[in-house]
C-alpha cells in the first residue's frame, strides 16, 4: 500500500470508530499522527489483528493527547467555553473506552493490559514532565520524545522488535518536530509550544523555538541519513519508506523544504 | 464502609481489597501518588467491590481473583469521579478538597487516566474475555450518559424517557456490571448471573434518583456540596421533571436557565425551594421504590444464602439513606 493510502485508511477507521454525534457538534475534530500511523503500520503490518493493533494504539494516543488539552485553570465565565473544555475531557474518556471495546471484542486481553501499562507509565512522565523546568531545549525534548514515542515503543516490545527502535525514536521525533515547525510557523498554537516556552529556560519565545526545532531538524536529518546499524524487518520498511522520497511523505511538505533552505 | 457492618463476613474481603486498592495506585510519581491515595482516602460507599464479592458467592470462589476484579471496578469508578470534578469544576467532594483543588485540572486528568490505566491493569489478570467486553461496553455508555448529560444541560423540554436513559448509562450499568461480572468470573449458572444484572441495574436506578432527591432534601454538611447544586449546574433530574408538570414553573425555570450567564446562584433558592414543598420530590421517591421492589422481587430467584440475605439488605439501606 502506498504511504498515502495507509494514512487515509487509518485516518479513515479511526474517525469512524470516534464517530459522535454530539462531541463532532461541539469540539474540533482531533488530529490523528500521521508518523505515527505509518510507523505503527511499518510494525504491525505481517501480525494477525494488525487493524485493530494499530487502531486500538491510536486510540489510546489520541485520548492521551486529547486531555493535555485540558486548561490548568477553569477561569472561561463562557457557556460555550466550559461546554467544549467538559467536552474534552469526556471524548479523551470515550476514546479509551474505545481501545478497550475493540479489543475485548478481538479477545486479546494481554493487548489490552500492554496499552494500560503504557497510559500508566506515560501518566507517569508526564506528572514529572509538566511540573518541570529544563534549562536546555535538548533535555526537555529528551524528556518529551520519551514520552511521546512511548506507545509506538510498547507496541513495538511487545511484538519483540528490537532492533532499530533508536532509529524508529529519532525517525518520531524527526516528524513531530516537522508539525511543530510547520505550526509556529503558520503561527498556530500547539500544546508542545506552550510546554517548551513554559519548561525550557533556553526557549522563552516562539522566534528561539523555530530556532532551536530547526538546528534539530537538520541535526536528526543527517543522522538518519548515516544510520549504519543493524535493524529489524519492521524498522527497515519504515527506513525504506523513508528513503524513498521524503516528499511522498505528506507531513513533509514544500513549506519545510522552504524553511529549511533559509 | 458503612454498609460492611451490616454484613460482617464479607468484611475482612473488604478490608484485604482497600489494601489491593492501595498497593495498585501505588506510583513512581509523588503527586500522582498523594492525588491517587488522597482520593482514596476520602473513602465511599465500595457499593461496586460489594456488589462484586456478593455476586461471586453464588458461584465458585477464588478469592485472590475476586479482589483484583472488586478492586478495579472501584478505582474505574473512582477514575471517572477525579475526571467529573473537571467537568462540573468541583472544589469539594465529600466534605473533602477535589485533587483539581488540591492540584489542578491537568494533574486531576492525568490522575484520572493514571488509575484507568491501573483499574484495566489490574483487571486483564483476568483471561475472561466476556468479562471484559461487559466492562468495556459498560464503560463506554458510561461516558456517553455523561455526554448526553451535558447535550440535555438547561433543557426544560425533556420527557421522563429521556431522564431515565441518562441515568441507566450514567450510574446503573456500572452497578449492575459489578453484579455480573462478579458472577462471570465466579462462573455461576447462566440464571443466576442474569437475575444479578437484573438485581444491579434496579438498584442502580434507584440509587441515582435518590442521589437525585438528596441533591435537593439534604443539607450542605451532609452532600459536602450546596443544596441544589445539580440544578444550578443545569441538571433536570427527576424531582426538577416532575415540578415542570406545573406549566408556570416551568416557564419561570426556562427563563432562569435562559439568563444562567447574568444571573447569581441565589436567583435558583425560589426554585429549588419549590421543588422541596412540592410533590414532586414524593413522586421521585415513589418511583425510586418501585425500583427497589423490582430488584428485591428479582431476588426470589436466587438461592438461598448469606449472599442473598445482604443483597437485601443493601437494597434496605438504598431505601432509607440521607447521604
Known sequence: METKQIINKYNQLIHNYIQQEYLNRCIPKPTIEEHKILALYSLVKDKHLHEEYIVSALLVQLALNTHDTINKKSHSNSSKNIKRQQLTVLAGDYYSGIYYHLLAKAKEVKFIKELASAIFEITEKKATLYYSTYSLFDQLLEAYIEVDTAIVNKVARYLQIDKGLDYMNDWLLLHKLIIEYKLVKEEKESFFQLLTTQNCTQVTTLVELEHCIHNKIIQLREKLHNYDQDVSKEIDFLRNMYHQDTKEIVIVNSLLEEGLSK | ?323
Open chain 2, 1 to 323: 464502609m458503612k454498609l460492611a457492618k451490616t454484613f460482617a463476613y464479607i468484611k475482612k474481603d473488604l478490608i484485604e481489597m482497600e489494601s489491593v486498592l492501595e498497593d495498585t495506585i501505588k506510583s513512581e510519581n509523588d503527586t500522582l501518588h498523594h492525588a491517587s491515595l488522597q482520593l482514596l482516602k476520602a473513602g465511599g460507599k465500595r457499593l461496586r467491590p460489594i456488589f462484586v464479592l456478593l455476586a461471586s458467592m453464588f458461584g465458585e470462589t477464588d478469592k485472590q481473583q475476586i479482589k483484583k476484579v472488586a478492586s478495579a471496578l472501584e478505582l474505574i469508578h473512582m477514575a471517572s469521579l477525579v475526571h467529573d470534578d473537571v467537568i462540573d469544576d468541583s472544589n469539594v467532594r465529600r466534605g473533602a478538597p477535589t485533587v483539581k483543588a488540591n492540584w489542578d485540572n491537568q494533574i486531576a486528568m492525568l490522575t484520572g487516566d493514571y488509575i484507568f490505566a491501573k483499574a484495566l491493569d489490574q483487571f486483564t489478570d483476568i483471561d475472561e474475555p466476556r468479562a471484559h467486553q461487559l466492562l468495556a461496553k459498560t464503560m463506554m455508555e458510561l461516558t456517553l450518559g455523561e455526554i448526553e448529560q451535558i447535550k440535555d444541560k438547561y433543557n426544560v423540554d425533556q420527557h421522563l424517557r429521556l431522564y431515565l436513559r441518562r441515568i441507566r448509562r450514567k450510574t446503573a450499568l456500572l452497578i449492575s456490571s459489578s453484579c455480573q461480572i462478579g458472577a462471570i468470573v465466579s462462573n455461576t449458572t447462566a440464571d443466576v448471573e442474569r437475575t444479578l444484572f437484573k438485581y444491579g441495574y434496579y438498584i442502580g436506578m434507584s440509587y441515582q434518583i435518590i442521589d437525585d432527591i438528596l441533591d435537593f432534601t439534604g443539607t450542605e454538611k451532609e452532600l459536602g456540596k450546596p443544596a441544589g447544586s445539580d440544578l444550578i449546574q443545569g441538571n433536570v433530574t427527576l424531582p426538577v421533571l416532575y415540578a415542570m408538570e406545573d406549566v408556570e414553573f416551568k416557564q419561570q425555570l426556562k427563563i432562569v436557565f435562559e439568563q444562567r450567564d447574568s444571573l447569581s446562584k441565589q436567583s435558583y433558592y425560589p426554585i429549588i425551594e419549590y421543588i422541596k414543598q412540592s410533590n414532586a420530590i414524593d413522586r421521585a421517591r415513589d418511583l425510586s421504590d418501585a425500583y427497589l421492589k423490582k430488584a428485591y422481587n428479582s431476588l426470589g430467584n436466587l438461592p438461598d444464602n448469606k449472599a442473598k440475605k445482604a443483597l437485601e439488605e443493601i437494597a434496605n439501606y438504598i431505601g432509607k439513606r440521607k447521604i
